[in-house]
């Protein structure tokens, strides 16, 4: 299952980090699409705040690091496509 990032549910942020970076950002689509996932993730952790336990910050901030890792990882599979 992947996340509608217009609308992300937010029982989607209740998952663990791996589930969350999955929905956010498969392996398959490109580094812009999963740019978007990270701002809808920062957008969430931003805006529930303080209302965040801590091991959801945690799980949160996890995801937020797989989905950084999938970037950078797309982006170097884009420059290679794109130079060879």
Do not use: C, W
């Amino acid at each position: 299952m992947h996340a509608d990032l217009a609308q992300p549910s937010v029982a989607l942020f209740a998952r663990d980090a791996e589930s969350i970076a999955e929905s956010l950002a498969p392996k398959e689509v490109s580094a812009m699409r999963l740019a978007s996932g990270m701002r809808v993730l920062t957008f969430y952790i931003n805006r529930a705040g303080k209302r965040l336990s801590p091991s959801r910050l945690r799980n949160l901030e996890k995801a937020k690091r797989l989905l950084t890792a999938r970037v950078e990882e797309a982006r170097r599979e884009e420059a290679r496509r794109h130079s060879g």
